[in-house]
């Protein structure tokens, strides 16, 4: 009696089980798609996310990005501003010089090279075996479009490109921000970005007319190149309310037009900001200016106004004109009108650097930075 009992306890679970199985299904097809497909199309939805970049291309990436591959410098330092920990490889070989100033973390990434400048190519092979999760280009003319279309059909990654533009920048990094999640980072860098340019401004703007200040941006070892008002590679004379008295041909791209010593005379500028490349110690025209007697009747050379650029790790007035200029509007600032600024300049290098570069800088490196660049 009691085995039929439980026989039949039993056939009745199974029904009620069955029945419950059956209704189950039917509600989730009454709700829409079935469960199975819903957690799939869920997971598809979380492991990639479509944007926009600045040059209005649409593209799928991952939802989550850890690591990013710049095809430039300048894209590389954008990044490395941004977030040291997530640069994928170097596009330079970097001096034991400029290394002091960066993260250990970043000094060791791999050398991948990249597209920039004269020649330069990246190493494919190498790159793709580094799988970052996105490349990074700057630039928005239509041959920078056509690169990065070329390169991410190449490579078999999503390639973004974003401004880097001086009046870009913040722009850019509260995109960077809003794509990798970290919106608050991305403020912090634009909004420091924005109050530097708005500062010159509001300074230039205050300055008359017959009371701004002449220079001449000199370039290469003899001095005897240049980048005249218009240039990005001499922009920050302008922006910072000071008049670029070159009057020469605007060359695009890499700039520097050859002029004479004879024009520079008639120019008769009152400061001269005098070029070093990174990577060139050797490229400043400083000690040219200074010690060749062709120059000595110049203003700028009697009145000792004559400044080299800080290089380290990069230059802070050009070469490349990115974020490393940032610091460059306050040190032009200080240079060309010491008497309408409220801020220390070696103060503001130690901001800048924890800021931007990852690093906290002592008295003694600030003074090796900033060595033939600041009013004796």
Not at 66 to 92: E, H, K, Q, R, W
Not at 93 to 114: F, R
Not at 124 to 146: C, R
Not at 309 to 326: E, G, Y
């Amino acid at each position: 009696m009691r085995k039929h009992t439980r026989t039949v306890i039993a056939l009745a679970l199974c029904f009620i089980l069955s029945q419950s199985i059956v209704l189950t299904g039917c509600q989730a097809q009454d709700a829409g798609e079935p469960a199975e497909p819903l957690v799939a199309e869920a997971e598809t939805q979380a492991e990639t996310q479509t944007i926009v970049d600045h040059a209005g291309r649409t593209i799928e990436l991952p939802a989550q990005i850890t690591t990013v591959y710049s095809i430039s410098p300048v894209g590389t330092m954008l990044m490395y501003t941004f977030d040291d920990t997530m640069v994928a490889g170097l596009n330079v070989i970097l001096s034991e010089e400029e290394k002091t100033y960066l993260t250990d973390h970043y000094v060791n990434l791999p050398h991948l090279g990249g597209w920039y400048g004269q020649g330069n190519q990246g190493n494919v092979e190498e790159i793709i075996k580094n799988a970052p999760d996105m490349v990074l280009s700057t630039g928005l003319n239509q041959s920078f479009v056509e690169q990065a279309e070329e390169l991410q059909d190449q490579l078999g990654i999503p390639v973004v490109i974003v401004k880097d533009g001086l009046s870009d920048l913040a722009e850019s990094y509260r995109f960077l921000g809003e794509l990798f999640d970290q919106e608050a980072r991305g403020e912090e860098l634009a909004r420091y970005i924005d109050n530097s340019i708005a500062l010159a401004n509001e300074i230039a703007s205050q300055v008359p007319e017959d009371e701004r200040v002449r220079v001449y941006y000199a370039e290469e070892q003899d001095g005897l190149h240049t980048d005249p008002a218009g240039s990005t590679h001499s922009q920050l004379i302008e922006l910072c309310g000071g008049i670029n008295v070159a009057e020469c041909e605007l060359l695009p791209g890499y700039g520097r037009t050859a002029v004479s010593i004879e024009q520079v005379l008639t120019w008769d500028p009152e400061l001269i900001i005098c070029c070093v490349d990174n990577g060139r110690p050797d490229s400043s025209s400083y000690h040219t200016v200074l010690s060749d007697e062709k120059w000595s009747t110049i203003q700028a050379v009697r009145d000792n106004h004559v400044y080299q650029t800080p290089l380290l790790p990069q230059n802070w007035f050009d070469r490349p004109p990115s974020v490393n200029t940032i610091i460059g509007i306050k040190w032009t600032l200080y240079l060309l009108y010491p008497d309408r600024i409220d801020f220390d300049i070696k103060q503001e290098a130690k901001d800048y650097y924890e800021l931007f570069y990852h690093v906290k800088l002592t008295d003694k490196d600030v003074d090796a930075i900033t060595n033939l660049a600041l009013h004796q």
